[in-house]
């Protein structure tokens, strides 16, 4: 992923939030992205604290920074598509896009979107050319 070549607009740029359960490896995290955000430009992953070392893996594949936050930190966050089971497991009602929200501090672009058990949101930058 690059940057836009001077003179042009530059392309939105999204922190992406992830949820996942323990275990899952690079390769399946970094084919969901694909999957999802095609070539868009990421600034940052984000998840639960508890994910961080699964979710630097895949950062330092892509050369973008890892956010984490605690379970308390990510209920407090208002989402559109809150799930009573992540609730009950984790005790906030979103990863995924609260993560996503915390880490950009712009608005949800993509609501969560799960793909091969792995579930991701992203949100615009404050950098962004968008917001």
Same mark, same amino acid.
């Given at each position: 992923m690059t940057a836009a070549p001077a003179g042009y607009p530059r392309a939105p740029e999204l922190a992406v939030g992830l949820g996942f359960r323990s275990g899952t490896s690079t390769g399946r995290i970094l084919n969901a992205l694909r999957e999802v955000l095609g070539d868009k430009l990421i600034t940052c992953l984000a998840s639960i604290d508890r994910r961080a070392e699964e979710?630097?893996?895949?950062?330092?594949?892509? *050369?973008?920074?890892?956010?984490?936050? &605690?379970?308390?930190?990510?209920?407090?966050?208002?989402?559109?598509?809150?799930?009573?089971?992540?609730?009950?497991?984790? *005790? &906030?009602?979103?990863?995924?896009?609260?993560?996503?929200?915390?880490?950009?501090?712009?608005?949800?672009?993509?609501?969560?979107?799960?793909?091969? *058990?792995?579930?991701?949101?992203?949100?615009?930058?404050p950098k962004s050319p968008l917001t």
């Open positions: 979710l630097r893996a895949a950062a330092d594949c892509l *050369g973008v920074s890892v956010r984490t936050f &605690t379970a308390a930190e990510l209920a407090q966050v208002d989402v559109p598509n809150p799930s009573a089971r992540t609730d009950d497991a984790l *005790g &906030t009602a979103s990863v995924a896009e609260a993560a996503a929200l915390l880490a950009a501090d712009g608005p949800l672009v993509i609501p969560k979107r799960t793909v091969d *058990g792995i579930v991701i949101a992203a949100a615009l930058t």
